[in-house]
């Protein structure tokens, strides 16, 4: 049993590229979500969908976009990375009132 | 508002001492809670939860919560911690009809020999 996996696991970006960062999760939840971390920050939630075909946005949404095409997948964009997006990614997944379940996170860094 | 608030951003605590992790959340967000740690450069991982039930929730490594509703508090205790907890530490609570979950801002646990 799998549960959330990340790809990649670290990334170097150049200011403008895009890029999208993908979560795959294998416990038929309903609810997905992105997060990142920066030191003295916390978690903060970016996106997040309560199901296929739905998406939200969250505190930070700004520079992000998702999609969820599949139940199973959950995928974050960067259409044009800026330093300020230099981060940990965190993806989680959970059931309605249920602990979410986390990936191993990306690291991204963007010059 | 719902919040859920961590009241000490860093503990520091010798190896074998008790250790009481605090937090406290707002009597508007749902009564299930949720410790997580996250062990460095790992993900979040739960720790134990608060659904129903027994006041008294405990983990397989040691730690215990207590869910106090007079109080709203659920704080986190072992007591005797060893280097191994060193990590940071988060408690968190599902918003209900929201689909998303209020986390604290999270306490690092050093643990020191």
């Known amino acids: 049993n799998a549960g959330v996996t990340q790809t990649p696991k670290f990334r170097v970006l150049k200011t403008g590229q895009s890029m999208t960062l993908l979560c795959a999760q294998d416990?038929?939840?309903?609810?997905m979500y992105w997060y990142r971390q920066d030191p003295g920050m916390g978690l903060r939630l970016i996106h997040y969908s309560v199901g296929e075909g739905t998406t939200a946005k969250g505190e930070v949404p700004d520079g992000y976009n998702v999609s969820r095409l599949k139940k199973q997948n959950f995928l974050l964009g960067l259409e044009s990375a800026a330093p300020s997006q230099t981060s940990v990614y965190f993806c989680?997944?959970?059931?309605?009132?249920?602990?979410?379940?986390f990936g191993d996170g990306t690291r991204l860094s963007i010059l | 508002a719902q919040s859920v608030t961590q009241l000490d951003s860093q503990v520091p605590v010798f190896e074998e001492a008790p250790v009481e992790l605090r937090c406290n959340y707002s009597?508007?967000?749902?009564?299930?809670l949720f410790w997580y740690v996250q062990y460095p450069n790992q993900g979040l991982q739960l720790l134990l939860k608060y659904l129903s039930g027994s006041t008294l929730v405990e983990s397989i490594n040691g730690f215990e919560a207590e869910f106090n509703k007079s109080q709203t508090s659920f704080h986190l205790r072992k007591p005797s911690v060893h280097i191994s907890d060193t990590a940071e530490y988060f408690c968190?609570?599902?918003?209900?009809?929201?689909?998303?979950?209020?986390f604290g801002d999270g306490t690092t646990l050093t643990v020191k020999p």
């Open positions: 416990m038929n939840h309903e609810y």
């Open positions: 009597s508007s967000v749902s009564v299930y």
């Open positions: 989680a997944s959970s059931g309605d009132l249920q602990p979410q379940h």
């Open positions: 968190a609570a599902p918003n209900t009809n929201a689909g998303k979950s209020t």
